[in-house]
């Protein structure tokens, strides 16, 4: 029998740069992660 495909994705983009702001795409991705979600993380920080 075959495991059935997990066709659920997320990607958060995460612009802010400072860590304050980092923390809420983490509990985010992992709480969807949890969940059997794929989570992409794209940071985008500027100098």
Known sequence: MNAPVN???MSI????GTLDWAYPPFI???TA???????????????
């Open 33 to 47: 992660a949890a969940m059997g979600v794929d989570v992409t993380l794209f940071f985008t920080f500027t100098a």
């Open 13 to 16: 983009i995460v612009t802010k």
């Open 28 to 30: 985010l991705a992992t």
């Open 7 to 9: 066709n659920k994705s």
